[in-house]
């Protein structure tokens, strides 16, 4: 499997590469040149089978000889090794027709473990061969940094620098990030908002001479590796209600736009997805683009559902491409525009295309409490804020016989704060990391400058 830029000026690459590399030189993202396939039959023989087999099964065809089928299932096998789940990724039921899928059950407490601990493990068994070193940075809006910092902790061929903005981070997502001891982990508070973090890091990956010389990797939800982990529980979870003899819905709460275009992946594989709604919370620049067809920056509110608060989705660029039939130079004109004009508006075709596939709302912060608040009361599950924006959009989707699945993509104790406060209950941190809050802190707050930022990165690789 080859992986071309969405902006067409970037070189082509394998599946090992476009993964170590993560943003393409061009600006662009890395896409599989074709959608592979996957039969009704090999989809039906997925029911029954443990997570690990039906995640081989899923991401084989993408990873091309990267690695052989050995080292490829004990990768995989020990990235769920860790997880506090058997199923890894269970089902709960909230109503008759909907379904939570827990995301939640990995080191860090959100969904950003499934991919990023088994990214983890791929870049070591690629690293391990080739002898080479990388510098991994990485942006942050709070779960994405201790994912990652959970996955690359220690390894011996890796320096990791996340960057997070300071002061918007829960309590928990930043001790999560400060609190590892590891000597090749370092936490920037970086005096900004989210943007302001991953606009830096694509500048960094567009300094190309910088890039080179720190041998920099991208693990970011714009890594074509996350979102094929990501594949996986879409498939999983659309079996176990009765695909592919019958189709599914999902609401996915979303932010960056990686875990639903992980998605909108699985409908391109075969999967019967009747319906992909967007959820978002009071920063919805998806759910306004969906509704007007004018895609438009706004600044970023924060809110209690902090993951998802961005103004830019960098993975909707994927989409886009697809919308637009692969036209990379069109791309390359709308992101041009976006980035100097603060937006653009999508062509009726295009606009056609996405609302066929994809339905969106938005949850303010009063509704997100609400949603919270009633699915304890009426189904006894205690929802982090972002599972509730979910719960809040699935529940105003129009009524179909087709399974509703909402995501739930994190732990409610990773936001207590917010959870307390719709429900009087404060949830406890599972027991593995109970001594968080007595774990001392290790950080570096960082102007929101480039300089400053590239200068501590290269004074700080071992
Ligand atoms: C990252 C994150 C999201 C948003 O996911 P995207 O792939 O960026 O759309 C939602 N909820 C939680 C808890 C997250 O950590």
């Known amino acids: ?256 736009f990686g875990d639903i275009f992980a998605g909108y992946v699985a409908r391109r594989m075969g999967l019967p997805v009747e319906r992909l709604a967007i959820a978002t919370n009071q920063n919805d620049i998806l759910h306004r683009t969906l509704q007007s067809g004018a895609h438009v920056k706004e600044g970023v509110v924060p809110s209690i559902s902090p993951s998802m608060d961005i103004q830019v989705s960098s993975n909707f660029e994927r989409l886009l491409f697809d919308l637009y039939d692969r036209d990379a130079q069109e791309i390359a004109r709308l992101m041009a525009a976006l980035g100097q004009a603060g937006g653009f508006e999508l062509s009726p075709a295009a606009l056609a295309q996405l609302r066929e596939g994809f339905a969106s709302g938005r949850a303010s912060e009063e509704e997100t409490a609400d949603a919270i608040r009633a699915t304890l009361s009426r189904s006894a599950e205690l929802l982090c804020p972002h599972s509730a924006v979910g719960v809040k959009v699935a529940e105003e989707q129009p009524a179909s016989a087709a399974p509703m699945i909402t995501l739930a993509t994190a732990h409610p104790a990773k936001f207590p704060d917010a959870v307390e406060a719709a429900t009087g209950i404060r949830p406890a941190l599972p027991q593995r990391m109970a001594d968080l809050f007595d774990r001392p802190e290790r950080l570096t707050r960082l102007p929101n400058d480039l300089a400053a930022i590239e200068n501590f990165v290269s004074g700080n690789r071992r």
């Not at 992986?3 to 590469?17: K, M, N």
């Not at 860790?82 to 089902?91: T, V």
């Not at 002061?167 to 990030?177: A, E, H, K, L, Y």
Request: proline share 5%; charged share 20%.
């Open 1 to 256: 499997m080859r992986y071309i830029s969405t902006r067409g000026q970037a070189p082509v690459l394998g599946f090992e590469e476009a993964m170590l590399s993560g943003l393409a030189r061009d600006g662009g993202l890395y896409v599989p040149e074709t959608w592979p396939t996957l039969g009704r039959e090999e989809i039906a023989a997925f029911a029954g089978l443990p997570y690990e087999e039906v995640a081989f099964r899923v991401m084989r065809p993408f990873v091309g000889d990267a690695f052989t089928d050995t080292e490829f299932r004990g990768i995989i096998d020990r990235a769920y090794a860790g997880f506090g789940h058997a199923a890894r990724c269970p089902l709960v039921q909230l109503d008759a027709n909907h379904f939570l899928l827990e995301l939640f059950h990995g080191p860090t407490l959100a969904f950003k473990d499934v991919a990023m601990q088994l990214i983890g493990q791929m870049f070591q068994v690629s690293l391990g061969r080739s002898g080479r070193r990388v510098t991994i940075v990485g942006a942050t809006s709070g779960d994405t940094g201790s994912a990652a910092i959970e996955a690359f902790r220690g390894l011996e061929a890796v320096d990791v620098f996340i960057m997070y903005p300071h002061g918007r981070v829960s309590d928990v997502q930043r001790r999560q990030m400060t609190t590892v001891p590891d000597a090749n982990v370092h936490a920037l508070a970086i005096d900004g908002d989210f943007d302001d973090c991953q606009a830096r890091l694509k500048d960094m990956f567009n300094h190309h001479a910088f890039r080179d010389e720190m041998g920099l990797a991208g693990v970011n939800s714009i890594n074509w590796a996350r979102v094929l982990a990501q594949v996986v529980y879409f498939f999983t979870s659309a079996v176990a209600l009765g695909a592919p003899h019958r189709p599914v819905r999902f609401t996915v709460p979303t932010g960056n």
